[in-house]
Protein backbone atom coordinates (compact mmCIF):
# COMPACT_ATOMS: atom_id res chain seq x y z
CA UNK A 1 0.00 0.00 0.00
CA UNK A 2 1.78 3.47 -1.26
CA UNK A 3 2.02 6.02 1.32
CA UNK A 4 -0.26 8.50 -0.81
CA UNK A 5 -3.69 5.58 0.19
CA UNK A 6 -2.33 5.13 4.04
CA UNK A 7 -2.27 8.86 4.65
CA UNK A 8 -4.65 10.91 1.56
CA UNK A 9 -7.69 10.15 4.26
CA UNK A 10 -6.06 11.61 7.56
CA UNK A 11 -5.16 14.74 5.62
CA UNK A 12 -8.42 14.84 4.06
CA UNK A 13 -9.64 15.55 7.40
CA UNK A 14 -7.32 17.53 8.47
CA UNK A 15 -7.72 19.49 5.76
CA UNK A 16 -11.89 19.68 6.53
CA UNK A 17 -11.34 20.57 10.13
CA UNK A 18 -9.20 23.59 9.08
CA UNK A 19 -11.26 24.68 6.66
CA UNK A 20 -14.25 24.37 9.04
CA UNK A 21 -12.12 26.21 11.59
CA UNK A 22 -11.67 29.10 9.53
CA UNK A 23 -15.37 29.56 8.90
CA UNK A 24 -15.38 29.45 12.68
CA UNK A 25 -12.97 31.88 12.76
CA UNK A 26 -14.35 34.16 9.76
CA UNK A 27 -18.19 33.61 12.04
CA UNK A 28 -16.32 34.78 15.57
CA UNK A 29 -14.26 37.96 13.69
CA UNK A 30 -17.93 38.86 12.33
CA UNK A 31 -19.58 38.10 16.09
CA UNK A 32 -17.03 40.29 18.07
CA UNK A 33 -16.43 43.01 15.71
CA UNK A 34 -20.65 43.46 15.65
CA UNK A 35 -20.41 42.84 19.47
CA UNK A 36 -17.61 45.69 19.67
CA UNK A 37 -19.96 47.80 17.46
CA UNK A 38 -23.04 47.80 19.65
CA UNK A 39 -20.68 48.21 22.91
CA UNK A 40 -19.57 51.51 21.15
CA UNK A 41 -22.66 52.21 20.57
CA UNK A 42 -24.01 51.93 23.98
CA UNK A 43 -20.72 53.59 25.43
CA UNK A 44 -21.69 56.57 23.18
CA UNK A 45 -25.21 56.64 24.01
CA UNK A 46 -25.17 58.99 27.10
CA UNK A 47 -22.36 60.83 25.53
CA UNK A 48 -24.38 62.01 22.92
CA UNK A 49 -27.11 62.51 24.84
CA UNK A 50 -25.40 65.25 26.68
CA UNK A 51 -23.78 66.81 24.14
CA UNK A 52 -26.12 69.61 21.53
CA UNK A 53 -24.16 69.14 18.89
CA UNK A 54 -22.29 66.47 16.86
CA UNK A 55 -19.01 66.75 15.42
CA UNK A 56 -19.89 68.97 12.23
CA UNK A 57 -18.67 66.97 8.94
CA UNK A 58 -16.48 69.91 7.77
CA UNK A 59 -14.59 69.16 10.85
CA UNK A 60 -14.07 65.58 10.34
CA UNK A 61 -12.85 66.61 6.79
CA UNK A 62 -10.32 68.68 7.85
CA UNK A 63 -9.66 66.82 10.62
CA UNK A 64 -8.93 63.50 8.05
CA UNK A 65 -6.23 65.46 5.34
CA UNK A 66 -3.27 64.19 5.47
CA UNK A 67 -1.13 67.63 6.14
CA UNK A 68 -3.35 67.70 9.16
CA UNK A 69 -2.53 64.66 11.22
CA UNK A 70 0.60 65.68 12.40
CA UNK A 71 -0.83 68.88 13.74
CA UNK A 72 -3.92 67.10 15.27
CA UNK A 73 -1.63 64.56 17.16
CA UNK A 74 0.70 67.17 18.65
CA UNK A 75 -2.63 69.13 19.47
CA UNK A 76 -4.35 65.56 20.59
CA UNK A 77 -0.70 65.31 23.04
CA UNK A 78 -0.99 68.54 24.56
CA UNK A 79 -4.81 68.14 25.30
CA UNK A 80 -3.86 64.83 27.02
CA UNK A 81 -1.55 66.59 28.99
CA UNK A 82 -3.66 69.90 29.87
CA UNK A 83 -6.34 67.62 31.05
CA UNK A 84 -3.94 65.82 33.84
CA UNK A 85 -2.74 69.06 34.32
CA UNK A 86 -6.61 70.32 34.86
CA UNK A 87 -6.95 67.31 37.03
CA UNK A 88 -3.81 67.82 39.40
CA UNK A 89 -4.98 71.54 39.95
CA UNK A 90 -8.40 70.50 41.06
CA UNK A 91 -6.17 68.62 43.69
CA UNK A 92 -3.61 70.68 44.76
CA UNK A 93 -6.70 73.90 45.22
CA UNK A 94 -9.22 71.25 47.09
CA UNK A 95 -8.35 67.94 47.61
CA UNK A 96 -5.00 67.75 49.43
CA UNK A 97 -2.42 68.84 51.89
CA UNK A 98 0.52 70.57 51.50
CA UNK A 99 3.25 67.35 50.74
CA UNK A 100 0.71 65.98 48.43
CA UNK A 101 0.39 68.83 46.54
CA UNK A 102 3.97 69.08 45.74
CA UNK A 103 3.92 65.20 44.68
CA UNK A 104 1.52 66.44 42.20
CA UNK A 105 3.97 68.78 40.63
CA UNK A 106 6.90 66.40 40.63
CA UNK A 107 4.51 63.81 38.75
CA UNK A 108 3.91 66.13 36.40
CA UNK A 109 6.75 67.73 36.00
CA UNK A 110 8.99 65.67 33.39
CA UNK A 111 5.77 65.69 31.10
CA UNK A 112 5.71 69.57 31.62
CA UNK A 113 9.84 69.52 30.99
CA UNK A 114 9.42 68.13 27.69
CA UNK A 115 6.04 69.41 26.21
CA UNK A 116 7.09 72.95 27.37
CA UNK A 117 10.82 73.11 27.13
CA UNK A 118 11.83 70.01 25.10
CA UNK A 119 13.25 68.67 27.98
CA UNK A 120 14.09 64.72 27.87
CA UNK A 121 13.71 62.05 25.46
CA UNK A 122 9.97 61.04 25.74
CA UNK A 123 10.53 57.71 27.24
CA UNK A 124 8.04 57.77 30.33
CA UNK A 125 8.17 54.50 31.62
CA UNK A 126 8.90 54.77 34.74
CA UNK A 127 6.74 57.79 35.59
CA UNK A 128 3.20 56.44 35.17
CA UNK A 129 2.05 56.41 38.56
CA UNK A 130 2.46 58.22 41.98
CA UNK A 131 5.44 57.82 44.20
CA UNK A 132 3.30 59.13 47.46
CA UNK A 133 -0.14 58.22 48.72
CA UNK A 134 -2.24 62.06 48.88
CA UNK A 135 -3.54 63.15 51.63
CA UNK A 136 -6.93 64.71 52.32
CA UNK A 137 -7.54 67.50 53.89
CA UNK A 138 -10.07 66.85 57.09
CA UNK A 139 -12.41 69.54 56.32
CA UNK A 140 -13.70 68.84 52.73
CA UNK A 141 -16.04 66.10 52.85
CA UNK A 142 -15.19 65.32 49.03
CA UNK A 143 -11.50 65.15 48.92
CA UNK A 144 -11.32 61.08 48.95
CA UNK A 145 -13.43 61.18 46.22
CA UNK A 146 -12.08 63.54 44.74
CA UNK A 147 -8.82 62.18 44.40
CA UNK A 148 -9.67 58.55 43.60
CA UNK A 149 -10.99 59.73 40.98
CA UNK A 150 -8.85 62.66 39.65
CA UNK A 151 -5.58 60.75 40.17
CA UNK A 152 -6.86 57.78 38.36
CA UNK A 153 -7.78 60.36 35.40
CA UNK A 154 -4.23 61.75 35.79
CA UNK A 155 -2.83 58.75 35.29
CA UNK A 156 -4.92 57.23 32.04
CA UNK A 157 -4.01 60.84 30.66
CA UNK A 158 -0.25 60.87 31.21
CA UNK A 159 -0.43 57.23 29.65
CA UNK A 160 -2.44 58.78 26.52
CA UNK A 161 0.33 60.78 26.47
CA UNK A 162 3.08 58.74 26.21
CA UNK A 163 0.95 56.61 23.41
CA UNK A 164 0.65 59.69 21.51
CA UNK A 165 3.79 60.69 21.36
CA UNK A 166 5.14 57.22 20.67
CA UNK A 167 3.15 56.97 17.61
CA UNK A 168 4.40 60.33 16.65
CA UNK A 169 7.71 59.74 17.30
CA UNK A 170 7.41 56.14 14.70
CA UNK A 171 6.42 58.37 11.84
CA UNK A 172 9.00 60.52 12.17
CA UNK A 173 6.88 63.44 13.22
CA UNK A 174 8.48 65.73 14.87
CA UNK A 175 6.81 67.18 18.34
CA UNK A 176 6.76 71.40 18.41
CA UNK A 177 4.79 73.23 21.06
CA UNK A 178 1.46 74.91 19.51
CA UNK A 179 -1.14 77.17 20.92
CA UNK A 180 -4.21 75.91 22.32
CA UNK A 181 -7.64 76.51 20.99
CA UNK A 182 -10.47 78.78 22.03
CA UNK A 183 -12.29 75.74 22.86
CA UNK A 184 -11.47 75.26 26.73
CA UNK A 185 -10.57 79.03 27.41
CA UNK A 186 -14.09 79.62 26.08
CA UNK A 187 -15.80 77.42 28.36
CA UNK A 188 -14.13 78.58 30.99
CA UNK A 189 -14.53 82.31 30.53
CA UNK A 190 -18.57 81.24 32.24
CA UNK A 191 -17.40 79.76 35.32
CA UNK A 192 -18.28 81.45 38.47
CA UNK A 193 -15.53 83.06 40.70
CA UNK A 194 -16.99 81.89 43.94
CA UNK A 195 -17.65 78.88 46.09
CA UNK A 196 -18.69 75.90 45.67
CA UNK A 197 -20.10 77.42 42.65
CA UNK A 198 -16.61 77.64 41.04
CA UNK A 199 -15.40 74.37 41.74
CA UNK A 200 -18.92 73.22 40.61
CA UNK A 201 -19.02 74.92 37.29
CA UNK A 202 -15.28 73.46 36.80
CA UNK A 203 -16.22 69.93 36.95
CA UNK A 204 -19.23 70.48 34.32
CA UNK A 205 -16.70 72.09 31.85
CA UNK A 206 -14.28 69.01 32.45
CA UNK A 207 -17.44 67.21 32.06
CA UNK A 208 -17.80 68.50 28.68
CA UNK A 209 -14.34 68.34 27.73
CA UNK A 210 -14.16 64.32 28.32
CA UNK A 211 -17.23 64.08 26.36
CA UNK A 212 -16.04 66.34 22.98
CA UNK A 213 -13.14 64.50 23.50
CA UNK A 214 -14.85 60.72 23.23
CA UNK A 215 -17.35 61.78 20.70
CA UNK A 216 -14.88 62.86 18.18
CA UNK A 217 -12.53 59.73 18.97
CA UNK A 218 -15.46 57.77 17.45
CA UNK A 219 -15.94 59.76 14.89
CA UNK A 220 -12.62 60.04 13.99
CA UNK A 221 -11.52 56.63 13.94
CA UNK A 222 -13.27 54.81 11.07
CA UNK A 223 -11.60 57.63 9.00
CA UNK A 224 -8.02 57.07 9.89
CA UNK A 225 -5.33 54.14 9.28
CA UNK A 226 -6.00 51.02 11.27
CA UNK A 227 -3.26 52.19 13.71
CA UNK A 228 -4.94 55.18 14.57
CA UNK A 229 -8.31 53.90 14.63
CA UNK A 230 -7.44 51.16 17.08
CA UNK A 231 -5.73 54.15 18.84
CA UNK A 232 -8.61 55.97 19.54
CA UNK A 233 -11.14 53.30 19.70
CA UNK A 234 -9.63 51.98 22.26
CA UNK A 235 -9.64 55.30 24.27
CA UNK A 236 -13.64 55.47 24.57
CA UNK A 237 -14.21 53.31 27.56
CA UNK A 238 -11.48 55.90 29.19
CA UNK A 239 -12.89 59.25 28.24
CA UNK A 240 -16.55 58.18 28.53
CA UNK A 241 -15.68 57.31 32.41
CA UNK A 242 -13.82 60.63 33.14
CA UNK A 243 -16.91 62.64 31.58
CA UNK A 244 -19.32 60.50 33.98
CA UNK A 245 -16.84 61.06 37.10
CA UNK A 246 -16.45 65.00 36.53
CA UNK A 247 -20.23 64.95 36.55
CA UNK A 248 -20.92 62.82 39.57
CA UNK A 249 -18.73 64.96 41.36
CA UNK A 250 -20.00 68.01 40.00
CA UNK A 251 -23.39 67.46 41.79
CA UNK A 252 -22.07 65.57 44.96
CA UNK A 253 -20.12 69.49 45.63
CA UNK A 254 -23.06 71.45 44.97
CA UNK A 255 -25.90 72.13 47.17
CA UNK A 256 -28.22 73.20 44.61
CA UNK A 257 -29.55 70.52 41.18
CA UNK A 258 -26.72 71.40 38.79
CA UNK A 259 -29.47 71.00 35.79
CA UNK A 260 -29.34 74.37 34.68
CA UNK A 261 -25.82 75.55 35.00
CA UNK A 262 -25.17 71.98 32.36
CA UNK A 263 -27.75 73.61 30.23
CA UNK A 264 -25.64 76.65 29.80
CA UNK A 265 -22.50 75.22 29.23
CA UNK A 266 -24.19 72.71 26.64
CA UNK A 267 -25.18 75.71 24.80
CA UNK A 268 -21.98 77.48 25.52
CA UNK A 269 -20.33 74.51 23.99
CA UNK A 270 -22.33 73.88 20.99
CA UNK A 271 -21.38 77.17 19.68
CA UNK A 272 -17.68 76.81 20.40
CA UNK A 273 -18.08 73.37 18.36
CA UNK A 274 -20.03 74.36 15.61
CA UNK A 275 -18.94 78.59 14.70
CA UNK A 276 -16.73 78.96 12.62
CA UNK A 277 -12.83 79.17 13.67
CA UNK A 278 -9.51 80.65 12.82
CA UNK A 279 -7.30 77.24 13.20
CA UNK A 280 -8.18 73.51 12.92
CA UNK A 281 -7.39 71.86 16.48
CA UNK A 282 -8.82 68.82 18.21
CA UNK A 283 -11.10 70.85 19.62
CA UNK A 284 -11.76 73.67 17.29
CA UNK A 285 -14.88 74.29 15.62
CA UNK A 286 -14.89 74.41 11.30
CA UNK A 287 -12.10 76.67 9.74
CA UNK A 288 -14.12 79.32 8.29
CA UNK A 289 -14.01 79.74 4.54
CA UNK A 290 -11.12 81.94 4.21
CA UNK A 291 -8.64 79.83 6.57
CA UNK A 292 -9.75 77.02 4.01
CA UNK A 293 -8.96 78.67 1.02
CA UNK A 294 -5.70 79.57 2.19
CA UNK A 295 -5.42 76.45 3.27
Same mark, same amino acid.
Given at each position: ???????????????????????? @??????? @????????????????????????????????????????????????????????????????? +????????????????????????????? =?????????????????? +?????????????????? =???????????????????????? =??????????????????????????????????????? +?????? @?????????????????????????????????????????????????????????????????
Amino acid at each position: MSNHFIYSRPLSNVALCLHSMGDT @FKIAARY @FTKVSVLNTATLLEPINAFLAVSTPVAWIDEAVKSDNLALMLTDHLMCELKAAQTAMLLLRRYAV +DKDSAQALLEWLKPFEDFAYRKVGDGDFS =GQLSLSKKLISRSHFVHG +DELIDKMVLLIKEELHHF =GQVLTIMQSRGMAYDNIGASRYAR =GMMQHVRTHEPAKLTDTLICGAFIEARSCERFAMLAPHL +DPELDK @FYTSLLRSEARHFQDYLTLAQRVSKDDISERVALFRSVESALITEPDTEFRFHSGPLNASNCAVA
